[in-house]
């Protein structure tokens, strides 16, 4: 028989008439002759009342003792889906991650899955039994609970498909695809029907929030076939595929944007040989992610500027650090801003076809948008500019790439 995974993200088990609407989806699932495990989220808004319920009580705490208040609300979530879908008339039983068991590294909070027994849920699979896994969690050593980090349940749904060997993993979320750009800034964007892991994991990780990043990371290892669909309509979802499943390939498929950046500039920085090392390398011993770079070119050979982006939420941690080595690097002064955004048009075709980045500048430019640091890869071009003018440069972007829904 097929065995298909589906996820419901935390909409989707809103309240108790979601979950119901769940456990209808899942019925007609199993009526098609599909073996079927179900992995949930908690109910939307559970986790951000678990997580304040940890830092009220004690704002520095256990880790362990945390992933054990939050993996809670996709336990509850977990046993009533189960109930609902008994009352359809369908066997099904749920499980926690330790039951199955979930095996995961010790990083408590951000835990990586290492293996999952599936042997007894293939087993109850067979009879017809629909198995429901609490999302977001695992067992790690000593059986502890530990949590995957937020949108895990994401992590959980393919980790769990590869390891029944599913011929597709659904994700039921509270849009109905992916689409070529937001389509609550681009009325014109269009919805995709088929995307490859590959422009799927940059759009994820560049800003789009459809699928979380290690899902699409782990979906690619493992090639299993995800599609994203709603939970609230029967429209047809998009299919995230390998390459060669698309026959005729866009040469750019998506755009995708970021408000989470801060650009810092470092002015009048020494212009010698392993400054950007010690630059660098407090901030990775200090778990500051740093993406985008660019140096000026020093005309008089001493000094030159350097500009970086880091996640906002680092940006004053990153500027106090940098203040305290300023006697040691050499530099003026910090320059923070806050008010970027991160712009990137993704595709595939990009690897055979020239002139790409030139269309984005061009599109930027006749709009009267400054770039301020450019960074590339194979499949994706991106650009940050002043906040303010993000709408506009979606907009133009779009239409300058001719995925404007006509």
Same mark, same amino acid.
């Given at each position: 028989?097929?065995?298909?995974? +589906?996820?419901?993200?935390g909409?989707?088990?809103?309240d108790?008439?979601?979950?119901?609407?769940?456990?209808?989806?899942?019925?007609?699932e199993?009526?098609?002759?599909?073996?079927?495990?179900?992995?949930?989220?908690?109910?939307?808004?559970? $986790?951000?009342?678990?997580?304040?319920?940890? $830092?009220?009580?004690a704002?520095?705490?256990?880790?362990?003792?945390?992933?054990?208040?939050?993996?809670?609300?996709?336990?509850?979530?977990?046993?009533?889906?189960?109930?609902?879908?008994?009352?359809?008339?369908v066997?099904?039983?749920?499980?926690?991650?330790?039951?199955?068991?979930?095996r995961?590294d010790?990083?408590?909070?951000?835990?990586?899955?290492?293996?999952?027994?599936? @042997?007894?849920?293939?087993?109850?699979?067979? $009879?017809?039994?629909?198995?429901?896994?609490?999302?977001?969690?695992?067992?790690?050593?000593?059986?502890?609970?530990?949590?995957?980090?937020?949108?895990?349940?994401?992590?959980?749904?393919?980790?769990?498909?590869?390891?029944?060997?599913?011929?597709?993993?659904?994700?039921?979320?509270?849009v109905?695809?992916?689409?070529?750009c937001?389509?609550?800034?681009?009325?014109?964007?269009?919805?995709?029907?088929?995307?490859?892991?590959? @422009?799927?994991?940059?759009?994820?990780?560049?800003?789009?929030?459809?699928?979380?990043?290690?899902?699409?990371e782990?979906?690619m290892?493992?090639?299993?076939?995800?599609?994203?669909?709603s939970?609230? /309509?029967?429209?047809?979802?998009?299919?995230?595929?390998? @390459?060669?499943?698309?026959? @005729?390939?866009?040469?750019?498929?998506?755009?995708?944007?970021?408000?989470?950046?801060?650009?810092?500039?470092?002015?009048?920085?020494?212009?010698?040989?392993?400054?950007?090392?010690?630059?660098?390398?407090?901030?990775?011993?200090?778990?500051?992610?740093?993406?985008?770079?660019?140096?000026?070119?020093?005309?008089?050979?001493r000094?030159?500027? +350097?500009?970086?982006?880091?996640g906002?939420?680092?940006?004053?941690?990153?500027?106090?650090?940098?203040?305290?080595?300023?006697?040691?690097?050499?530099f003026?002064?910090?320059?923070?801003?806050?008010?970027?955004?991160?712009?990137?048009?993704?595709?595939?075709? +990009?690897?055979?076809?020239?002139?790409?980045?030139?269309? +984005?500048f061009?599109?930027?430019?006749?709009?009267?948008?400054?770039i301020?640091?450019?960074?590339t /890869?194979?499949?994706?071009? /991106?650009?940050?500019?002043?906040?303010?003018?993000?709408?506009?440069?979606?907009?133009?972007?779009?239409?300058?790439?001719?995925l404007?829904?006509?």
């Amino acid at each position: 028989m097929p065995r298909v995974v +589906m996820k419901f993200g935390g909409t989707s088990v809103g309240d108790l008439d979601r979950i119901r609407n769940v456990a209808a989806r899942v019925k007609r699932e199993v009526a098609a002759g599909n073996e079927v495990a179900v992995v949930v989220s908690a109910m939307s808004g559970e $986790t951000n009342k678990l997580v304040d319920y940890c $830092t009220s009580i004690a704002p520095v705490h256990d880790a362990r003792e945390y992933d054990a208040v939050v993996a809670s609300g996709e336990q509850v979530t977990a046993g009533l889906t189960a109930m609902a879908i008994q009352a359809e008339g369908v066997p099904a039983r749920s499980w926690l991650g330790w039951q199955i068991a979930i095996r995961t590294d010790e990083v408590h909070g951000k835990a990586r899955i290492l293996s999952i027994d599936s @042997e007894d849920l293939l087993s109850r699979m067979a $009879t017809g039994e629909v198995a429901v896994v609490a999302g977001f969690q695992g067992v790690a050593g000593r059986n502890r609970i530990a949590t995957l980090g937020r949108g895990g349940s994401d992590t959980s749904a393919v980790a769990l498909a590869a390891a029944l060997g599913a011929d597709r993993c659904d994700i039921y979320t509270d849009v109905d695809g992916v689409y070529t750009c937001d389509p609550r800034i681009v009325r014109a964007a269009r919805k995709l029907n088929k995307i490859t892991y590959e @422009e799927m994991l940059e759009m994820a990780s560049l800003g789009a929030r459809v699928l979380q990043t290690r899902s699409v990371e782990m979906a690619m290892k493992n090639r299993v076939r995800l599609q994203v669909l709603s939970s609230f /309509s029967d429209a047809p979802g998009t299919l995230v595929v390998d @390459e060669d499943e698309i026959v @005729e390939q866009e040469i750019v498929s998506g755009i995708a944007y970021s408000r989470d950046e801060a650009k810092i500039t470092l002015v009048q920085v020494p212009d010698q040989p392993g400054v950007a090392a010690r630059i660098f390398g407090p901030l990775a011993e200090h778990n500051i992610n740093v993406d985008m770079i660019v140096q000026n070119v020093s005309e008089d050979g001493r000094s030159t500027d +350097m500009t970086f982006t880091v996640g906002v939420e680092d940006c004053q941690r990153t500027v106090d650090l940098l203040q305290g080595l300023q006697g040691d690097l050499g530099f003026a002064r910090v320059v923070p801003d806050e008010h970027v955004v991160k712009v990137s048009v993704i595709g595939v075709g +990009m690897r055979s076809h020239a002139g790409v980045a030139n269309s +984005m500048f061009r599109a930027l430019a006749e709009n009267g948008i400054n770039i301020q640091v450019i960074s590339t /890869s194979e499949i994706k071009i /991106s650009v940050l500019i002043a906040d303010k003018y993000l709408e506009l440069a979606l907009r133009a972007l779009h239409t300058a790439y001719g995925l404007d829904n006509t």
